[in-house]
């Protein structure tokens, strides 16, 4: 089944306060198509506080990081691909994203990827742990 890019959006959006939710955040999604991070975190007592960028796919493509890298924000980064059929998620810090970025240059325009062998390992599958409990 086709689904429009916002509501494949949403999927890995919500999919991912779920899982925050169940490990004891109050995730919060900000404004949609407002430049920024995604998601807001925080514990129970609002000392801790994350952010988060999450990025959807309906399959397992490429991550399209635009022209240039500095748009790369936030405390961690959740790529959920394949939500059509069984959603799989990656956690990764900005800075691991920055690295594994790949430079493409098409009809003289620059582009970063990250393509799925980049973050499509173990340490990232389902890393929810790397985010942490909030207290």
Same mark, same amino acid.
């Given at each position: 089944?086709?689904?429009?890019?916002?509501?494949?959006?949403?999927?890995?959006?919500?999919?991912?306060?779920?899982?925050?939710?169940?490990?004891?955040?109050?995730?919060?999604?900000?404004?949609?198509?407002?430049r920024g991070v995604d998601i807001?975190?925080?514990?129970?007592?609002?000392?801790?506080?994350?952010?988060?960028?999450?990025?959807t796919l309906s399959k397992t493509?490429?991550?399209? *990081?635009? #022209?240039?890298?500095?748009?790369?924000?936030?405390?961690?980064? @959740?790529?959920?691909?394949? &939500?059509?059929?069984?959603? %799989?998620?990656?956690? *990764?810090? #900005?800075?691991?994203?920055?690295?594994?970025?790949?430079?493409? @240059?098409?009809?003289?325009? &620059?582009?970063?990827?990250? %393509?799925?062998?980049?973050?499509?390992?173990q340490k990232f599958r389902e890393?929810?742990?790397?985010?942490?409990?909030?207290?």
């Amino acid at each position: 089944m086709t689904r429009d890019h916002q509501v494949i959006g949403n999927v890995g959006l919500y999919w991912t306060c779920y899982h925050l939710s169940r490990m004891g955040w109050n995730a919060m999604p900000t404004s949609r198509n407002a430049r920024g991070v995604d998601i807001l975190a925080y514990n129970r007592d609002c000392t801790r506080t994350i952010s988060i960028q999450v990025k959807t796919l309906s399959k397992t493509p490429p991550v399209p *990081l635009g #022209p240039s890298l500095n748009k790369i924000m936030g405390d961690f980064w @959740v790529i959920v691909n394949n &939500v059509a059929a069984s959603p %799989q998620t990656y956690v *990764l810090r #900005p800075q691991e994203v920055e690295k594994l970025a790949h430079r493409g @240059v098409k009809d003289g325009k &620059v582009s970063y990827w990250l %393509q799925p062998a980049a973050y499509d390992k173990q340490k990232f599958r389902e890393a929810w742990h790397r985010i942490g409990d909030p207290d």
